[in-house]
């Protein structure tokens, strides 16, 4: 199964709406369906990437007609995730600003970042648009896609599943029971399974 796809666009402004309509359908061709509440979310942080891509990554309305950008899918399946990019020919990377209350721009950047389940950018080029300077891209956990398509509940890579732990959780509670369990140290580092399983309380109450 393809796990890439890429596209090139004209860098002006009403290449937005054309992304838009086709991003989706990218999706689709790889395989995934988004929800349409992943869609919509999609749609607006492509939206932003792009816009974002014309007027900083190319100053705006580009003169020369041949002017570019290349925008593109890639499914992580290990991870449950679609990473979304989009590639430019302009120098230096994002800074993102904190706008004022009156402010008419500079929010591009920060409503990605809260709409999506990940956001990033690197220097250029990539194989996938040997011109660029540098790609900003987004992630969203798409419902249907579980980590090698094994219908399994999405995880980043190597995080662990908490009913996994289970066992080692109980362990670690009878130790304690019978006083003879770890130390301090020890807890600390586990909590994040007593966290998950909603134990967390009692563990640090029983190492006071």
Same mark, same amino acid.
């Given at each position: 199964m393809?796990?890439?796809? !890429?596209q090139?666009?004209?860098?002006?402004?009403?290449?937005? @709406? =054309?992304?838009?309509?086709?991003?989706? =359908?990218?999706?689709?061709d790889?395989?995934?369906?988004?929800?349409t509440?992943?869609?919509s979310?999609?749609?607006?942080?492509?939206?932003?990437?792009?816009?974002?891509?014309?007027? %900083?990554?190319? @100053?705006?309305?580009? =003169?020369?007609?041949?002017?570019?950008?290349?925008?593109?899918?890639?499914?992580?399946?290990k991870? @449950?995730?679609i990473?979304?990019?989009?590639?430019?020919?302009?120098?230096?990377?994002? %800074?993102?600003?904190?706008?004022?209350?009156?402010? !008419?721009?500079?929010?591009?950047l920060?409503l990605?970042?809260?709409?999506?389940?990940?956001?990033?950018?690197q220097?250029?080029?990539?194989?996938?648009?040997?011109? /660029?300077?540098?790609?900003v891209?987004?992630?969203?956990?798409?419902?249907?896609?579980?980590?090698?398509?094994?219908?399994?509940?999405?995880?980043?890579?190597?995080? !662990?599943n908490?009913a996994?732990q289970?066992?080692q959780?109980?362990?670690?509670?009878?130790?304690?029971?019978?006083?003879?369990?770890?130390?301090r =140290?020890?807890?600390?580092?586990?909590t994040a399974?007593?966290?998950?399983l909603?134990?967390?309380?009692?563990? /640090?109450?029983?190492?006071?």
């Open positions: 393809r796990t890439t796809s !890429t090139v666009i004209a860098a002006r402004f009403c290449a937005v @709406g =054309q992304a838009r309509r086709e991003i989706v =359908q990218l999706v689709k790889l395989g995934i369906t988004l929800e509440g992943e869609a979310t999609v749609e607006a942080c492509l939206s932003e990437l792009i816009a974002n891509a014309v007027l %900083h990554g190319c @100053g705006g309305e580009a =003169q020369d007609e041949s002017a570019a950008i290349t925008y593109g899918v890639r499914i992580l399946p991870a @449950g995730r990473r979304f990019w989009v590639a430019d020919p302009g120098p230096g990377l994002p %800074h993102p600003t904190k706008a004022g209350p009156n402010a !008419t721009s500079g929010r591009g920060a990605v970042d809260s709409m999506s389940d990940g956001l990033g950018w220097p250029g080029p990539i194989d996938e648009a040997p011109t /660029s300077a540098k790609v891209w987004f992630e969203i956990a798409a419902s249907s896609l579980a980590p090698d398509g094994e219908g399994a509940v999405s995880r980043l890579e190597g995080e !662990t908490a996994e289970l066992p959780v109980l362990r670690l509670l009878t130790g304690l029971v019978a006083g003879h369990g770890p130390g =140290q020890s807890i600390r580092r586990r399974f007593g966290r998950r909603g134990l967390t309380p009692a563990l /640090s109450q029983s190492a006071a």
